[in-house]
């Protein structure tokens, strides 16, 4: 029986979706105008570590996530320039160049960590009309008012608006004073953006480089909107498993929950799935502080991408983790570890799993994924003195959730153990791989064979 914290509630709830085996997920994903950086790896691991675990269980999941290339503006209260935009004038270059290239660098990332990639990919750009439509319905049930700047919801109309995030609506009512735009109530949001007046050389182009026609004249979506619609296109108006970051609590996720429920009326998501910060040595992560970490950067240090998945599973996705290079060091060091006695296990044809363990391993995931137990029960059964072709069988099974590509690829035994100069040699062509020092790493994978070992190397699927 999977139990999972439902943010909304605050508790942990037993997961019933609405039509099983059958499983709605929508991943709230990046805004493409910078990297991706270490916060955002622990985020989408969790979430991933999640899908896997689904799928685990036998459920058929569609997971969708979203792009967002447009309309996320650089302040959450509808002001400030559109974040791709921004960047593409700083860089002079086109908004979609900008776009393609943080899109890529993101997946890149996904291949790295063994993130499993979403089933649709839905790029904002390439569902405005999804988002006119949906505006469209608002407008019709009298949901939505018009200013000088764009179309905004009212979220007075809701009487259980900021349910999620324990808003307090009389609170921010205090001291609030009308801006020029003419906002009705502080916590009323964009879901249409006019573009802003024509540039004043009088060519008649407008400033923005991304903008569409609507009935309500030229201009662009809100953030909030882009993941109500598209979502909702693709899993229908109730979504099992909605996930994201913490941060997206209190403004994003809410009013999400708020127009969709307008348009609808109908609950918009069932289980809120949401991942806790990733704190820089003790420190919020921060370009100015220069702690600003790529996985690319742990890459050029000689770190394994999986080795920091290792260390995100050490953590419970609902507490806040401290990353340093010391715990990454440790981290690396028991995923090394771990893969070298997996590669001396014995691969017997006919096993049985161990009943025992596999109950534990299972007990600690259906209890709102429990990593950390989840890995204490991992080596527990790797010292454990049960037949190596068990072991096999249990950490193969184990890894569908994990992730860490355990018992799937490289050299293992045939019937012997290796030796510690062939450990050697195999630990050694790794880091000459990783520096890609391609000529001298093939040599020594000539050395292995030479030896009877035959090395193989396989890439690692997204």
Not at 121 to 144: R, W
Not at 216 to 234: D, L, N, Q, R, V
Not at 253 to 272: D, L, M, P
Request: glycine fraction near 8%; charged fraction near 25%; aromatic fraction near 10%.
């Amino acid at each position: 029986m999977l139990k999972i914290y439902n943010t909304l509630f605050r508790k942990i709830e037993e997961f019933k979706p609405l039509n099983p085996p059958k499983v709605g997920m929508y991943i709230c994903g990046p805004t493409v105008y910078d990297y991706a950086h270490l916060g955002h790896a622990r985020t989408y691991t969790n979430s991933d570590v999640l899908v896997r675990t689904l799928r685990w269980f036998g459920y058929q999941v569609k997971v969708v996530m979203n792009i967002t290339d447009v309309g996320h503006l650089t302040s959450q209260a509808d002001t400030g320039e559109d974040k791709v935009e921004k960047k593409a004038r700083l860089e002079n270059k086109t908004a979609q160049e900008i776009a393609k290239y943080y899109t890529d660098d993101f997946w890149q990332m996904c291949v790295g960590l063994n993130i499993l990639k979403p089933d649709i990919i839905t790029p904002a750009t390439q569902h405005i009309p999804t988002m006119i439509n949906l505006i469209k319905t608002l407008e019709q049930k009298g949901f939505v008012y018009k200013t000088d700047d764009g179309i905004y919801f009212d979220t007075s109309k809701l009487a259980d608006y900021g349910r999620l995030g324990r808003i307090d609506i009389k609170g921010l009512q205090v001291g609030w004073r009308v801006e020029k735009r003419q906002k009705k109530h502080p916590t009323d949001f964009a879901l249409w953006k006019f573009s802003p007046s024509p540039s004043a050389d009088g060519s008649g182009q407008a400033q923005r480089q991304m903008e569409w026609e609507s009935p309500w004249g030229i201009g662009f979506p809100g953030w909030h909107i882009e993941c109500s619609a598209m979502s909702m296109k693709y899993l229908g108006e109730t979504l099992d498993i909605h996930t994201g970051g913490v941060d997206h609590i209190p403004v994003h996720h809410t009013n999400e929950i708020a127009q969709s429920e307008a348009a609808t009326g109908k609950q918009f998501v069932r289980y809120w799935f949401h991942s806790n910060f990733l704190d820089i040595d003790g420190a919020k992560m921060s370009k100015s502080l220069g702690n600003f970490y790529r996985v690319k950067d742990l890459i050029d240090k000689g770190y394994e991408p999986l080795a920091l998945r290792y260390l995100f599973l050490t953590g419970h996705y609902r507490t806040k983790m401290n990353f340093t290079w010391k715990a990454l060091d440790g981290a690396q060091e028991a995923y090394k570890k771990l893969k070298a006695l997996i590669s001396e296990w014995v691969d017997e044809p006919k096993v049985n799993f161990d009943n025992k363990f596999n109950n534990q391993f299972k007990t600690a995931i259906e209890n709102d994924l429990n990593l950390p137990q989840a890995l204490a029960v991992v080596w527990e059964m790797v010292k454990s003195p049960i037949a190596s072709g068990n072991k096999l069988a249990l950490i193969q099974e184990w890894d569908k959730v994990l992730g860490l590509n355990l018992g799937q690829k490289g050299i293992r035994a045939k019937g012997q153990k290796m030796s510690e100069e062939i450990k050697k040699l195999i630990n050694l062509r790794e880091k000459l791989r990783q520096e890609k020092k391609w000529q001298e790493a093939d040599e020594l994978r000539k050395q292995n064979e030479a030896q009877g070992h035959q090395v193989k190397d396989e890439k690692i699927k997204a």
